[in-house]
């Protein structure tokens, strides 16, 4: 294994840093659950994603939004279910489906696009559930974030002072590191060179013994 | 020897003399062969050599290097579980499993251990197996004790006629071989691949040991002081993935135990990660007063 300085940092860095394409103990996000929820605002039962796996015809933003904002979205919500289908269908949708349980948020419909789209990967909602559809095409992930809050009522994450130190502590191993990693580049180099030269020396040694 | 000889008068020194050039050229050629040998040697592989020669200075520490965990964060099951599905998110959930590595406090040179374990709750989707030998007898007694779904002769091959094929693999014991023969089995199992034959292992006389193998048994080695195997799907509930955690910890135990008494390994580190997570050193603990409901780390 490898030692615990590198484990910690790499675990560190994956679960902190500020702009990471990971999770993130930090931001984004509380979905409105049953305690929480608002009375504008139903409980979200479940989310589903769909995007291409190729970025052309605008599907970067979702393929983002997957990347970066899912899995913070998971950590914060372990309760809600989210699924995604990435598609090899470039044409095909670039959707977030939204599940409510018993209505639709006030919000929902005005956010979901100029034309409705239908996403036939989905799930259908079950029993309860009223889905909305929100098109991802040409946004970036961002801007779906934006919008899912605004359909939603998520609340981001409010940094709190610890969160605040282990940032700053991964931010100043980040700033270190390329000074850190010229000088064992260096002492590596220099070792690699005497024990060239010594191999040198020993192959003439060797030659003079056998003439 | 010189001396004696300055002390001998002069004949006795004649006799002497030859003595000496005897054992000289004795002596002499057994080290003249091993210097040309090492010559050889050295010429050949220089560095093998060299090694060698300087074993004793150059092995390094005896036991593998264990770093104080004081400095590491370690995690209860529940909250490494959070972590790793939300890294998990949107993968297959038939490819993601969640995996574990468990360090050992151990000797360079030591033993390594090796088993096989198997969970209670299976990591691979099971296969259903039939067994072909005579029913009643010792091996079909253990073939169902270990699992397999058909076991028999006649019965299995009148079902196999009749068109029902209700396993994914096939065994034979040796002494059925005749009679699965006999029965013409081959047209209708041949093109599934599910026909018995020595070739392909499958006709063997431990039928209860290779139906254990075959039914979800997870074979684990020791390598570099590190045990790694997957032990749950990620679907699993914390409390399944923390019952196959301990039975694997537990065997690891065992076979520990079972080791000569002057060899000592023991458990330094359990490491949860993921197909596609980072690693969680897991500080033994179930949850902790933060981690959310064991339902909530349930299914997708």
Request: hydrophobic share 35%; proline share 7%.
């Amino acid at each position: 294994m490898v030692n615990l300085f590198k484990r910690l940092h790499k675990l560190k860095s994956l679960t902190n840093t500020p702009d990471p394409r990971r999770p993130h103990r930090n931001r984004r996000s509380n979905l409105p659950n049953p305690p929480n929820s608002h009375k504008r605002i139903p409980p979200i039962t479940r989310l589903h994603l769909t995007y291409a796996q190729k970025i052309y015809g605008g599907h970067q933003g979702a393929r983002h939004f997957w990347r970066r904002v899912l899995p913070r979205l998971k950590y914060h919500n372990p309760h809600v279910p989210i699924t995604v289908s990435p598609t090899t269908e470039q044409e095909g949708p670039a959707a977030l489906t939204v599940y409510f349980h018993e209505r639709l948020s006030s919000t929902a419909p005005g956010i979901s696009g100029p034309k409705p789209v239908t996403d036939k990967y989905a799930p259908a909602p079950v029993g309860e559930e009223k889905s909305a559809v929100i098109d991802l095409k040409n946004l970036n992930y961002e801007e779906i974030w934006r919008r899912v809050q605004a359909s939603t009522g998520a609340e981001s994450y409010v940094l709190s002072p610890v969160d605040e130190e282990d940032l700053k502590k991964v931010a100043d191993v980040k700033a270190r590191a390329p000074g850190d990693r010229a000088r064992n580049r260096a002492m590596r180099q220099a070792k690699r060179d005497q024990e060239r030269m010594l191999a040198e020396a020993r192959g003439e040694v060797e030659k003079s013994k056998q003439t | 020897m010189s001396s004696f000889g300055a002390v001998l008068p002069t004949g006795a020194r004649g006799i002497l003399s030859s003595c000496r050039l005897q054992l000289r050229e004795k002596s002499i050629a057994p080290a003249f062969q091993s210097l040309q040998q090492v010559r050889g040697l050295k010429n050949q592989k220089n560095k093998s050599k060299g090694k060698a020669e300087t074993k004793s200075s150059r092995r390094g520490p005896l036991e593998f290097t264990q770093r104080n965990l004081k400095d590491m964060e370690q995690f209860a099951l529940c909250d490494a579980m959070r972590y790793l599905r939300a890294f998990e998110i949107g993968r297959e959930r038939t490819a993601s499993k969640y995996e574990v590595a468990i360090r050992m406090r151990t000797r360079r040179d030591g033993p390594v251990i090796r088993n096989m374990i198997r969970f209670p709750h299976a990591v691979q989707t099971e296969s259903r197996i039939c067994v072909i030998c005579p029913s009643g007898s010792k091996h079909a007694k253990d073939a169902l004790a270990a699992g397999a779904v058909l076991v028999g002769e006649t019965e299995v091959f009148d079902a196999v006629k009749a068109g029902k094929i209700e396993f994914d693999r096939c065994l034979a014991h040796p002494d059925s071989v005749p009679a699965l023969n006999k029965a013409g089995l081959g047209r209708i199992l041949g093109p599934r691949g599910l026909m018995p034959s020595v070739k392909a292992g499958t006709v063997i006389e431990d039928v209860a040991s290779r139906v254990e193998m075959l039914r979800g048994g997870t074979i684990y080695r020791e390598r570099d002081a590190v045990i790694r195997l997957p032990i749950g799907q990620l679907g699993f509930s914390p409390e399944q993935l923390r019952d196959n955690l301990r039975t694997t910890i537990e065997s690891i135990k065992n076979e520990c135990a079972g080791l000569n008494d002057r060899i000592n390994k023991e458990i330094h580190e359990v490491v949860l990660s993921s197909t596609n997570g980072p690693g969680f050193s897991l500080n033994g603990e179930f949850k902790t007063d933060d981690s959310p409901e064991t339902s909530a780390l349930t299914g997708v």
